[in-house]
């Protein structure tokens, strides 16, 4: 049972065009993070949601645009793709309203984006 | 804001032997929560161990330890019989404190990539 399912795990895509990640965990996880990785292996946030509501918002292009139909899912959407954007996007998840909050993140395997 | 340094890029040990990665990180805040995230080569990022700021014993986990010293902001990983299996890229991680409630917000450092050689 994967926790935290990223689909796809490899894009391949024109400049210009417009993609999703999906995401989904079976955690029970309240909230939900999108992390990207760069070339260089750096990981930044980018994202987090609670319970469907949007609650970090780093500096992000707006043509990055997230979207949590439910608690259990988080989706990315990006508009019209540059080369800049390629790089591997995280999906993680953690408990927000645990009595003892241990700060962890569960992590999905990753999709890797490739901007031709 | 925080930030968290690796100043190891790339490091070698062999099979059995025992090798230590460093971490050094900057914040203002008091307490906070500190992790070495493991990153194999099938990319999934796993937790490797954790350490709460306020808990001066040192964490440890089977072959996994910590040196954590609160007052240099150092949180340097020890390896003890290295595995083939430990192969992979680590990264160190900040987390403020967090009250129940709260998204967690990790900083991450660099990475450090540790190759295991027979």
Redesign the interface.
């Known amino acids: 049972d994967t926790a935290v399912s990223q689909t796809p795990k490899y894009l391949v895509t024109q400049m210009g065009n417009d993609k999703s990640i999906k995401c989904e965990q079976n955690l029970g996880h309240d909230t939900m993070y999108w992390y990207k990785q760069d070339s260089k292996k750096f990981l930044k946030i980018m994202f987090s949601y609670n319970n469907k509501e949007l609650i970090i918002n780093e500096t992000v292009p707006n043509r990055f645009s997230p979207k949590s139909p439910d608690k259990a899912h988080l989706n990315l959407h990006i508009n019209s793709l540059e080369l800049g954007d390629s790089a591997v996007y995280f999906c993680a998840s953690s408990l927000r309203g645990q009595p003892v909050f241990t700060g962890e993140l569960f992590f999905g395997e990753g999709s890797r984006l490739t901007v031709l | 804001a925080q930030t968290v340094t690796q100043s190891q890029p790339e490091m070698s040990v062999q099979e059995a032997e025992t090798v230590t990665l460093s971490c050094t990180y900057d914040t203002s805040e008091s307490n906070y929560?500190l992790?070495w995230?493991k990153?194999p080569p099938?990319?999934?990022?796993?937790?490797v161990i954790?350490q709460e700021a306020y808990k001066q014993q040192n964490a440890t986990e089977n072959r996994f330890s910590v040196n954590f010293q609160k007052a240099a902001k150092s949180f340097s990983l020890k390896i003890s019989d290295s595995q083939l299996g430990d192969t992979a890229?680590y990264?160190c991680a900040f987390?403020p404190?967090?009250?129940?409630?709260?998204?967690?917000?990790?900083t991450?450092g660099?990475?450090t990539r540790l190759q295991v050689t027979l």
């Open positions: 929560y992790f995230y990153q099938s990319r999934q990022m796993i937790l954790r890229m990264f987390s404190f967090l009250n129940t409630g709260t998204a967690s917000k990790l991450f660099t990475g």
